[in-house]
Every structure is written in structure tokens, then in C-alpha cells.
């Protein structure tokens, strides 16, 4: 039924002026806004889109919605922290993230940070991005 449609992902923020300028000018994604509908469109590399969408009751999501997978981590990171991107920490047993907010060793290569509007994005080390 839906093996030949192109499918989309969205989610909500708090903001969408803050978004676009997060998204655009922070993260280097290519944004578009239709002037009829309020919703932010995320052009990802490769024809893939994300729409956001601006909800008066915005609640952050509670999980990874975005993950960019990247080749070198490391360099990622310290770039969106020049940028004045926050990392999350974690330290849980088998959950811990180094003095780098990266977790290494136990799974993917992986550092989350979020959004403006709190929501939870990650790069991933990959070969594959």
C-alpha cells in the first residue's frame, strides 16, 4: 500500500522563527516555508524532508525525532559547540557519555544535543552518511 510513497517525518517546536534560524543557520540545513501553512520545511540531503510545525502546547519529545550521521564525530561536535550548541551528558550504568558528550564503546558513536525547542537531535558516526 505504501511501498512506492515518499514518505515524511514531522514534529513540533515552540518557535518557528527560532527553529529556522537553529536549523538553517546553526545546523547548515537547507529550510523552506510556504507562506500559507505555518509549518518549516527541512530539505535533508538526498530528497528527504522534515516539517515542523509551531504548537502553542509544544512539549519536547522525550527521544531522539533527528539523528545525522556523520564521518568524523569528534570534529562534529567541537564544531556545533564553537556554534553555542549544548550537548547532553549522561552517566548511567552502560549509558555514559565521555568528557567529549560522546558516547563510544556501547554501540553506535553517538553525541544527542537539542533543539531550541528541546527536542532531541544526535550525530551518529557513520561511513554510510
Same mark, same amino acid.
Given at each position: 500500500?505504501? %511501498?512506492? *510513497? ?15 534560524? #537553529? ?23 538526498? &530528497? ?7 504548537? @502553542?502546547?509544544?512539549? @519536547?519529545?522525550?527521544? *531522539?525525532?533527528? +539523528? #545525522? ?16 550548541? *549544548? ?6 550504568? %552502560? #549509558? ?8 563510544? &564503546? +556501547? &554501540?553506535?558513536?553517538?553525541?544527542? #544535543? *537539542? ?15
Amino acid at each position: 500500500m505504501f %511501498g512506492q *510513497t515518499k514518505a515524511f517525518s514531522g514534529y513540533s517546536v515552540d518557535d518557528l522563527q527560532k527553529a529556522r534560524q #537553529f536549523y538553517g543557520e546553526i545546523l547548515g540545513i537547507e529550510v523552506s516555508q510556504q507562506q500559507e501553512m505555518p509549518v518549516l520545511h527541512l530539505n535533508i540531503h538526498g &530528497g528527504y524532508q522534515v516539517i515542523l510545525y509551531e504548537k @502553542p502546547n509544544h512539549e @519536547p519529545a522525550t527521544f *531522539t525525532v533527528l +539523528n #545525522f550521521p556523520v564521518k568524523n564525530i569528534g570534529e562534529v561536535v567541537k564544531t556545533l559547540k564553537s556554534k553555542g550548541v *549544548t550537548f547532553e551528558s549522561y552517566d548511567w550504568p %552502560g #549509558f555514559k557519555t565521555d568528557p567529549d558528550n560522546i558516547m563510544r &564503546g +556501547n &554501540g553506535p558513536t553517538i553525541a544527542w #544535543f *537539542t533543539d531550541p525547542a528541546g527536542n532531541i537531535l544526535s550525530v551518529i558516526e557513520s561511513e554510510n552518511n
